[in-house]
């Protein structure tokens, strides 16, 4: 097992003994890299809103988590007016790895060298099963909204 699955694996495994909210989910595998919200999608077979799109952004120089529904896009300027900040921005590929230990395309909401602010959109509230990114582009997990909200210590937000 990747070493970034392992960590991401035993992030959900610590949550639950935490908290004792049932069985933690499982990283699934997949056998092709899933790197966009269409694609996770139709490898898991489900609708592109129940993909938790892990974005990571700068706002202002620090590291912004934003879990957001696959079947939209972030508005970064509706982000800094929440968040109080001058800018959000995309992060590059070197800043992201900085912050997560994962690379674009496999980032997962937990599993962190040290814990990130995140937003979770309010739009994954709909969803019975949603599933995240597992550390690499190949593994996902599943998961609800509430237990997205209470592993990542995220706030709920409309982000888009």
């Not at 919200?37 to 934003?66: K, Y």
């Not at 070197?94 to 060298?113: K, M, N, S």
């Amino acid at each position: 097992m990747h070493p970034n699955v392992s960590t991401v694996q035993d992030a959900l495994d610590s949550a639950d003994a935490r908290d004792g909210s049932g069985a933690p989910s499982r990283v699934r595998m997949l056998p092709d890299a899933v790197t966009t919200a269409a694609a996770a999608a139709a490898a898991l077979g489900v609708e592109v809103g129940q993909i938790a799109n892990s974005l990571v952004f700068s706002a202002d120089d620090e590291p912004l988590l934003v879990m957001t529904s696959g079947a939209h896009r972030v508005d970064t300027a509706k982000v800094a007016a929440l968040l109080g900040v001058a800018a959000v921005t995309r992060a590059t590929r070197e800043f992201v790895r900085e912050h997560t230990g994962q690379p674009i395309g496999g980032v997962a909401p937990l599993g962190h060298p040290k814990p990130l602010r995140t937003l979770v959109d309010t739009a994954l509230e709909g969803y019975a099963e949603i599933w995240a990114a597992g550390g690499i582009p190949h593994a996902v997990f599943p998961t609800t909204y509430v237990q997205l909200v209470r592993l990542t210590a995220g706030t709920p937000a409309e982000v888009a």
